[in-house]
């Protein structure tokens, strides 16, 4: 079910409307329940493709069950290493596909996502940090919520818990105007500017498979505009979503806070898929940091352990986006960015001392730079997600050469640091001329009448495309 179709549009009124009809707790329960189950079955031809994802969801809270009713180690590990064979088998990983495959088509959207939230429900239930009596239906409304299915938000059980039909919130005029401002405004970077950066990135893409002198510009352009296109595609997906969930009195968490804005890699992914990054961090960099303190109790060495955890959860994080050989360099990337962006923070601090390291990165030359640097390396890295066959990103690295990737990276990093430093100034040019203008009487009548009209222009402008525009984060 496309984000921009009418099919869609038609079943979030429905929804919408069905829920709020009364405030019975075990009714709106019903309408999410029955919400999600229709939503996934859009996806699928038939009764058989579905199968597979009720048997992970099956496996997945009896294995819940298992660590609830026995909180050991022994059976976490089991449960998790059950739960991980069986995603990676749905999951059709290159390595197993000649030696475990079901022999029919079915559904794999969604698999990774309900996979993050059943290992964090079954790590919580260890700890003792669930409330008690999830039922089935409870966890097929946390694990499948039709808004967080195909790609998160990534939301904690226990937040998602209080709203679970129970949170009443009156849809006032003012949550109902910001609710269809923030998708409206989803909905122009999804199906409208995206789509553009999309056009700029397939135009330019085939003529990447025909060697000449400036391939590498072509490759730096192609590059930049699938990074914009992912982004806003993306992010303006979360928007969607998240306004919605705001007619249904849920509060999403937000996915994204500015990630060009990032000094630095791992800055970068404190702000970009910011509930995947906080799961990682939760559930693989926290465990694996505090096993390599306690193996290696040294002060001295705690940094340089740092800077292997974050090798490990970012390959781990890398691998994660894709089924082939590729996206085992993609991980090798995202580890090797995460882990050099540590060492360069202890290399200067060692040399620098910790006040002059931070005031040298408070200096605009610095700061730009940095900037210009991470957006270069994150996309040059994004190659993996748009070359995902490893025949075609090894033929197009050896025809880009080392010089022509280097190149590239050089004219990608000082181009955004440009823009970068452009855009600031204009931006903050703007808010200061804004800052002066005089409020308008009648302001409530101006922006439903400017919410209105985007409405109408986004709905003129997807009627032009062919093809409604895809989610593209889904194949991840």
Known sequence: MSLSSSSFLAFIALVVIGYHLTTSVAYRRSIMTLANAAFIASYV???????????????????LQAVRSRPGGVVLAVGIAVVLAAYVILKRFSFIENVVQLPFPYLIVGLSY????????MVDARAGDLPNGIGPLAFFRYTCNFLCF????????QDFAPMDGVEIVPLDADRVYAAFARVVAGYIRFAVVAE???YVYLTLRP???????????????????YTAYLYLNFSGYMDIVIGIGMLLGMSLPENFDRPFSARSFLEFWQRWHMTLSEWFKLYVFTPLMMRLMTRWPSAELTAYLGVFA???????????????????????LMGAGASGNKLWQIFCAERLGRKRYRALSQT???????????????????????EPELSQYLALAGRLGAIGICAAFVVLALGFALGALIFDAGWGWVRTRAGSLPVLPGALIYRNIGLA???????????????????VYKAF
């Open 150 to 157: 195909v790609s998160g938000p990534i939301q904690r059980y």
């Open 45 to 63: 031809g038939g009764i058989e493709q579905m199968l597979p994802l009720v048997g992970f969801l099956l496996l997945g809270y009896i294995a």
């Open 453 to 471: 009209v985007c409405i109408l222009a986004v709905l003129m402008i997807t009627s032009l495309f062919n093809n409604a525009p895809e989610f």
């Open 207 to 225: 003529h990447l498979f025909a060697t000449g002198p400036m391939l590498w510009v072509l490759f730096a352009i192609c590059a930049a505009a």
């Open 114 to 121: 309900i996979l993050f939230r059943v290992v964090h429900l």
């Open 364 to 386: 605009p030359a610095y700061v730009y730079l940095a900037r210009g640097l991470t957006f270069s390396y994150f996309t040059v890295a994004l190659t993996c997600l748009w």
């Open 310 to 332: 974050f090798f490990v959860t970012f390959l781990i994080m890398g691998v994660w986006h894709g089924s082939t050989m590729v996206f085992v360099i993609y991980g090798l």
């Open 196 to 198: 553009a950066a999309d």
